[in-house]
């Protein structure tokens, strides 16, 4: 039960840094646990903030020091309204970086949180256009194009809305529907989808 826990309170960390939880427990034949004194019991050097600013607009990183031993990875969220939007593995994007930090006789792996009110207003319904970006990025960055990729991403961030936004990435790469992808794969390969 205690794994489960900690699951729980690492899935809805962000509500908890931005205090937009209700009372949360669990509780298995007799035995409960309240995932809110869970977090109360988080050493609160184990979280910071820090804001910043990319062209003109206000962003807050939540760095967590996660204790968790079933979290494995080092990860970077993407948060709107209060929910986690998309994560990036970091250690997939920073070399050197493959198992958990130590901090004396324990071990844990860093979780950052960004948020702010242009992601807020930025997020569609369908909450995809962070994983766009990111899709539209790695293409850039495969094919030998960093600097596309980074004037991309930052065109996007300082847009205005959403139909704005996927029309600079629209500007960098082709985007397809699922229905076209399909239609493509079963064309070339023969497989129908």
Known sequence: ???????????????????QVP????????????INQMYDNIGKENISEEKFTINETDFKLVHFKNYNPNSNAHKLNLCANERSVTSVNLQKMLTG??????????EFVYVGYITSKYLDDNVNIDRNVFNLIGIASRTLKENGMTEESKEMSSRVFASGSYEEALSIIGEYVNITSAEELNEDIEEKFGIET
């Open 1 to 19: 039960m205690q794994t489960i826990a900690r699951d729980i309170l690492n899935h809805c960390f962000i509500y908890f840094v931005t205090e």
């Open 23 to 34: 009372k949360i427990v669990i509780s298995d034949e007799g035995d409960t646990i309240s």
């Open 97 to 106: 970086v493959n198992s958990k930090f130590s901090s004396g006789s324990s």
